[in-house]
């Protein structure tokens, strides 16, 4: 029993193309090891595009999908959104208004001794 040679990885990364070849002339395990290596690179080079193809499909999916939360967002958002004040649902407003008031005399900031303005909100000089 023979010991299989190991040289070829070592070979094929280190060396250059004419010691290689003169090593897969002599050594037999070593010429079907490259031989093994060609054809999967044939495999990887026919399933390249077919690879491509659907990376591009899954990118554009994602796409479509940032888009559609987009779209349904924003519908969703103007739906529920506070409805502006005009004859139709004035009564709605005026209770949305009411609800929404605030009383600017019990700021915290004008609690806390600090200067505010007429809003309540800290007042730089």
């Known amino acids: 029993m ?35 290596m060609h054809k999967v690179s044939a495999l990887v080079k026919e ?7 659907r990376a591009a ?4 999916l ?3 999908c940032v888009l ?13 959104a506070p409805m502006q004040l005009n004859n139709s649902n004035a009564t709605m ?9 605030f009383d600017y005399e019990d700021s915290i900031i004008a609690d806390m001794g600090l200067p505010t303005d007429d809003y309540g909100l800290l007042m730089l000089d």
């Open 57 to 60: 499909f899954f990118n554009s």
């Open 47 to 53: 399933a390249e595009p077919e690879l491509k193809r």
């Open 2 to 36: 023979t010991k299989k040679c190991d040289k070829y990885e070592s070979l094929f990364i280190f060396a250059d193309e004419e010691t290689l070849n003169k090593h897969l002339q002599e050594c037999e395990d070593c010429r079907r090891e490259h031989e093994k």
């Open 62 to 64: 994602k796409v479509a």
């Open 93 to 101: 407003t005026a209770s949305i208004s009411s609800d929404m008031s």
């Open 68 to 80: 559609f939360l987009f779209i349904t967002g924003g519908v969703f958002f103007q739906t529920f």
